[in-house]
């Protein structure tokens, strides 16, 4: 089954509006002719407006969100809620990143609260899961990312998935410069379509999108996302700039 490929910049604490407005510029134009790679911008939310702005009428390129509450509103100061981010034209929504997890605490049952949110609000999640260095070297891979990805999609529906993306970032090597060999991101690709399968069935895990996201450079996109699970990648610090992250883009096309 060919899925389209879909390629996410997350900027995270980054971009001024300034910036984010001259990045979308300089995208446009290394862009202009890419229909065959679905482009998810993912800005801080202070620049998600600005963003949307510089896009103007490219519709083919999406506004993603870092993160998100569970609830609809209510007094969670500092907090976004989904209707919000609908406000403001948002697609995609990243949740569970790595970063979430381990600086803010957040569970599985946190992400699956949040996961099954976004879906009520007509968001797209881009649901993160990976493990540790340690967890790696323990053989524990499998067993971590079945537990993640049975606790962060619990009780989602076979429709939902289908509009669901998971994002495979093994926490060693997200900004660490280090990143997994095709081969090993393949290998967990794999088992993460295997137990898709298992939480719901075969076809909805084959139609569902597969990102791998780790250091993730124009050097090594297009090995990665050749790989028959790979379907994209979630960019960070290469998305910073945008002829690297056009690179990346253009190394998710499909072969002639």
């Not at 991101?185 to 084959?206: G, M, N, P, W």
Request: proline share 3%; charged share 25%.
């Amino acid at each position: 089954m060919m899925r389209k490929k879909i390629v996410a910049a997350n900027w995270k604490m980054n971009m001024t509006q300034a910036e984010s407005a001259e990045f979308v510029r300089s995208l446009l134009l290394d862009l202009a002719d890419i229909r065959d790679v679905e482009v998810v911008i993912v800005p801080p939310f202070t620049a998600i407006a600005k963003v949307t702005e510089a896009l103007g009428t490219e519709q083919d390129i999406k506004i993603g969100a870092q993160n998100m509450h569970w609830e609809k509103n209510g007094a969670f100061t500092g907090e976004i809620s989904a209707a919000l981010l609908r406000d403001l034209f948002v697609r995609y929504v990243v949740l569970g990143h790595s970063e979430r997890r381990t600086l803010f605490g957040e569970t599985d049952e946190i992400v699956n609260r949040k996961v099954r949110a976004a879906h009520e609000a007509t968001l797209r999640p881009i649901v993160c899961i990976g493990e540790t260095l340690e967890q790696r070297d323990k053989g524990k891979v499998e067993k971590v990312l079945s537990k993640q990805l049975h606790g962060s999609l619990a009780e989602v529906s076979a429709k939902e998935l289908q509009e669901t993306v998971i994002a495979y970032e093994p926490i060693w090597a997200i900004g660490t410069g280090r990143n997994a060999t095709p081969e090993q991101a393949q290998e967990a690709h794999a088992f993460i379509r295997k137990t898709l399968a298992e939480i719901s069935d075969e076809t909805t895990a084959e139609r569902m999108r597969i990102q791998y996201g780790g250091s993730v450079k124009p050097a090594n996109a297009r090995e990665l996302m050749s790989q028959a699970d790979i379907d994209g990648a979630l960019v960070g610090g290469a998305s910073l700039e945008a002829r690297s992250f056009a690179e990346i883009v253009k190394a998710a096309r499909p072969a002639d």
